[in-house]
């Protein structure tokens, strides 16, 4: 199976600081990459999928972007309702998901 | 309105077997690819498996961690998705989820987009 690495795995900043989360597949998996947010208690919520695109709803200040094997989530203007967990996930195989970014507002 | 509804979870032996079921509504079932996906407390989210929809031969993938004990199948007529699990174990007590991916040549391109509320199972003598 691909092995998916997220980093960090946690993180705090504060409201309206620009926030990265990187994800690496252990091989390439051309742009067939998932990010998704989850809040305590909640179901995931699809936010990006082929690397860069906005699923429906999703505010513009998230943005995704990579290929291969390196991506990026970026949070262009962190808001408190953006306090989660961030997961990545490839589609190019078995779906697996990396380990998960909390996120923290300060 | 597009749903996703799990059920089924509970209290298990381990050793035992149980069948999730996940019931769909809002959307044209058999055009999408079907995944489970689980989250054991505290922890992170675990893709199961996924079985793709029939125009893409209905095949199923499966992760390495449940592949000789977990069968994903689908009944398009009814709409809904099941996922049987046998020789449960402790380490499979978990929040399950069913989700939803649209596929473009042979892969879930579109991400998961629709999630159920999750149904919980708990594994234990």
């Known amino acids: 199976d691909i092995q998916m690495t997220q980093s960090p795995s946690s993180l705090s900043a504060s409201v309206g600081d620009r926030v990265t989360i990187t994800c690496r597949a252990s091989?390439?998996?051309?742009?067939?990459l998932n990010w998704y947010q989850q809040q305590p208690g909640k179901a995931p919520k699809a936010l990006i999928y082929a690397a860069s695109r906005l699923q429906s709803g999703v505010p513009s200040r998230f943005s995704g972007s990579g290929s291969g094997t390196d991506f990026t989530l970026t949070i262009s203007s962190l808001q408190p309702e953006d306090s989660a967990t961030y997961y990545c996930q490839e589609s190019y195989t078995s779906l697996t998901f990396g380990g998960g970014t909390k996120v923290e507002i300060k | 309105e597009v749903q996703l509804v799990e059920s089924g979870g509970g209290l298990v032996q381990p050793g035992r077997s149980l069948r999730l079921s996940c019931t769909a509504s809002g959307f044209t079932f058999g055009d999408y690819a079907i995944s489970w996906v689980r989250q054991a407390p505290g922890k992170g989210l675990e893709g199961l498996g996924f079985?793709?929809?029939?125009?893409?031969?209905?095949?199923?993938g499966y992760a390495a961690s449940v592949k000789d004990r977990f069968t994903i199948s689908r009944d398009d007529s009814k709409s809904i998705a099941y996922l049987q699990m046998n020789s449960l174990k402790t380490e499979d007590t978990a929040v399950y989820y069913c989700?939803?991916?649209?596929?473009?040549?042979?892969?879930?391109?579109?991400?998961?987009?629709?999630w159920g509320q999750g149904t919980t199972v708990t594994v234990s003598s």
């Open positions: 091989q390439s998996i051309n742009n067939y």
């Open positions: 079985i793709k929809s029939k125009p893409y031969g209905g095949t199923t």
């Open positions: 989700t939803r991916g649209d596929m473009v040549r042979g892969k879930i391109y579109y991400g998961l987009d629709v």
